[in-house]
Nanobody
Framework: EVKVVDSGGGLVQTGGSLRLSCTVS??????????MGWFRQAPGKEREGVAS????????YYVDSVKGRFTISKDNVNNTLYLQMDDLKPEDTAIYYC?????????????????????WGQGTQVTVSS
């Protein structure tokens, strides 16, 4: 069974930084062959894609609202995905979810659709105070 565990959320003031982590284990999957993504869901809103990264780690995509502030990265040795979040704003407040691609060697670039991802973390809360 594939296990996806995300962590690193917390309470931070406007302009602050947080780094989210996501580890993948089990299920016999080879992490290095899977594209990954981060999604978030704010109170009263639908879940939205934030960033994605190709299985190689050498191609990334960000939604406009986080470009220049968030950085997604992938450590294929330690089976870990990261999301460095800088210059945080109150509108970034949400539960953040790590997601692993539905299958190996697939990357859809700027198409951050939930259906492209098959394995999900439990979510980690990020709260940005004004």
């Amino acid at each position: 069974e594939v296990k996806v565990v995300d962590s690193g959320g917390g309470l931070v003031q406007t302009g602050g930084s947080l780094r989210l982590s996501c580890t993948v284990s089990g299920g016999g999957v080879t992490f290095a062959l899977y594209s990954m993504g981060w999604f978030r869901q704010a109170p009263g809103k639908e879940r939205e894609g934030v960033a994605s990264i190709k299985w190689t780690g050498q191609e990334v995509y960000y939604v406009d609202s986080v470009k220049g502030r968030f950085t997604i990265s992938k450590d294929n040795v330690n089976n870990t995905l990261y999301l460095q979040m800088d210059d945080l704003k109150p509108e970034d407040t949400a539960i953040y979810y790590c997601a692993m691609g539905a299958g190996p060697l697939r990357y859809y670039g700027n198409s951050l659709k939930e259906t492209d991802f098959g394995y999900w973390g439990q979510g980690t809360q990020v709260t940005v105070s004004s």
